[in-house]
Structure formats: structure tokens, C-alpha cells
């Protein structure tokens, strides 16, 4: 089972065993030239009434930020957000971001029945300490960590999907070869992955890693399937601040205080399961 199906899997089991609040709202990022842009214009959010958020992204491809910035969201207020995460399965960029934002608002909302407890961290790297003979591998550009390495002596490669990414440095390189990462010690992997669905790919490359995570603000799912083919942390951003974010979303502002980012990790995550059984317990206490 790949693992976009495994997603769906738990989502539908989910669905299975309670009622989950319905989509209040969703919003996405204006696409207007008058309007200063920063990274996190970058982001939508699917909202569930009881307020929690299922973060997105939107600029894998500009079509998808250009098409889902005009859509009419009466097409998704009052539906069931099962019904919006089926679109996951898609091959189309425009569901699949859908798709994730609802998996990821259904996973928030289990988080918060279950009263997970988050690992929240100022590290937003997900890496542990580096060490001199390591050779890092990087799945996606993440310029201050380049900087670190490279300051470090240490050897890095990235592996980027658009040819037009294609550049590097002295120290480091990138490639479009996934296979490069069968010889990198610690693995640090965008949760774009697993919106462009070539997670499956990416982590058959990571076997012989000592570490792997995975991060990003759309990293809010259950991280079973990742947990499962050898990732040791997951990482992601809550929502804390729900009339903040909301704020800063509808005028492509910084989040700032309204999200923090945690880590899950692999050696004490109780499972899906557990957590949808404390989830339920809770809800009929």
C-alpha cells in the first residue's frame, strides 16, 4: 500500500468510528501583485468548526495557488472533511492540496480529542547534532540549513524535482537522482513531498541513513506510514492561535505567534490507533 493510500486508510477509519465536525471555512492566499507576499502566502487552511486547521501548500505549481485562490468556498463550507480528503488519491496537484489540508484538519482535530501532547521545539530543522564525517542529504532547498552545512565542512546533496532548481556550490550539489541519497548519513526531507507524491520514491533511497525526517507546515497528518519505511521524526506546525492565523492568512500575513512547530518522533509516537481509541474515550467521557 503506497502511502498516499495509507493516509486515506486512517481517515477513513476515523470517519468510521465518529462524527468529525463539519468544514467551517477555508481560505487561501490572495494571488495579487499589489499585495507584499512572503513565504507563508504560500499556505492555505481547511477549518473545521471546532477550530482545527489542516494546513496546505499551494505553489508546487502556480496554476494550483492562481486556481485555488478563486475558488468558491461555499463549494466547501458544512462538507464533510472525509469527503474533501478522498481527493488525495488524485493525480491532479489542485485536489491533492485539498485533499492534504482535509487529512490534515481530520489529524489535528485526533491530535486534540486524544490531548497528544506535542513535542514543540525552536529547532525547525528535525536534525539531530551533525557530525564531521557526515554526508547529509536534503530533499528540497533549505537555504539556512545549506549555510550550516556548508559552514560546517560537511558534504551535502540535494535532490530537487524541476530541472530549473539545478545549481550548486563549492561543497555541496544538486541533483534531480534520488539514489544519490543511498550514501547520505542524515536525511532531511520537505513535507512537499508527500503532496507531489513521490514520498514512496524518496524514502526507498533512505535505507542506509542513520537519520530521517521530515518537515514542513503541511506535515500535520498521522506519520504512521513514515514511521513504518524508517523516518525518525516528523515534523509539523499547530495551530494555536486560530482568529490570529486566520488574520494573517486572509491578508498574506506572518503567522507569527498563531502556529508552532513540533516534532513527533518515532521512539515515542503510541501509534494511530491508540490515539483514535483515546480520542473516542474522550469524546464519550
Keep these: 500500500m503506497t502511502i498516499t493510500k495509507e493516509f486515506i486508510y486512517m481517515t477513513k477509519k476515523v470517519n468510521e468510528k465518529v462524527e468529525i465536525p463539519l468544514i467551517s471555512s477555508a481560505f487561501f492566499p490572495a494571488v495579487n501583485a499589489s499585495i507584499k507576499e512572503n513565504k507563508t502566502s504560500n499556505f492555505g487552511a481547511i477549518v473545521l468548526e471546532d477550530g482545527s486547521v489542516g494546513l496546505m501548500y499551494l505553489n508546487l505549481e502556480k496554476r494550483v495557488k492562481k486556481i485555488l485562490s478563486k475558488l468558491d468556498l461555499s463549494e466547501l463550507k458544512g462538507k464533510v472533511p472525509y469527503e474533501i480528503a478522498m481527493r488525495f488519491s488524485s493525480d491532479d496537484l489542485v485536489e491533492r492540496a485539498l485533499g492534504l489540508g482535509a487529512i490534515n484538519a481530520i489529524s489535528q482535530w485526533v491530535f486534540r480529542k486524544a490531548c497528544f501532547s506535542f513535542d514543540f521545539t525552536e529547532d525547525s530543522l528535525g536534525l539531530p547534532d551533525l557530525r564531521p564525517n557526515d554526508v547529509v ?108 492565523f486566520i488574520d494573517a492568512m486572509r491578508y498574506n500575513k506572518r503567522w507569527g505567534i498563531s502556529a508552532k512547530k513540533y516534532f513527533i518522533r518515532k521512539n515515542n509516537y503510541p501509534g494511530f490507533t491508540f490515539l483514535l481509541e483515546k480520542a473516542l474515550k474522550n469524546i464519550n467521557m
Design 137 to 244: 542529504g536534503m530533499v528540497g532547498l533549505f537555504p539556512p540549513l545549506v549555510r550550516k552545512i556548508v559552514q560546517m565542512g560537511l558534504r551535502l546533496v540535494v535532490v530537487e524535482k524541476k530541472k530549473e532548481h539545478l545549481r550548486g556550490s563549492d561543497g555541496w550539489e544538486v541533483t534531480l537522482d534520488p539514489r544519490r541519497l543511498l550514501k547520505c548519513t542524515k536525511i532531511l526531507i520537505t513535507s512537499t513531498t508527500i503532496m507531489n507524491d513521490t514520498i514512496d520514491a524518496i524514502l526507498e533511497n533512505c535505507i542506509g541513513a542513520e537519520f530521517v525526517s521530515i518537515i514542513g507546515p503541511t506535515g500535520g497528518f498521522f506519520p504512521d506510514p513514515l514511521f513504518l519505511r524508517g523516518v525518525d521524526v516528523v515534523g509539523g506546525s499547530q495551530i494555536v492561535d486560530h482568529a490570529f
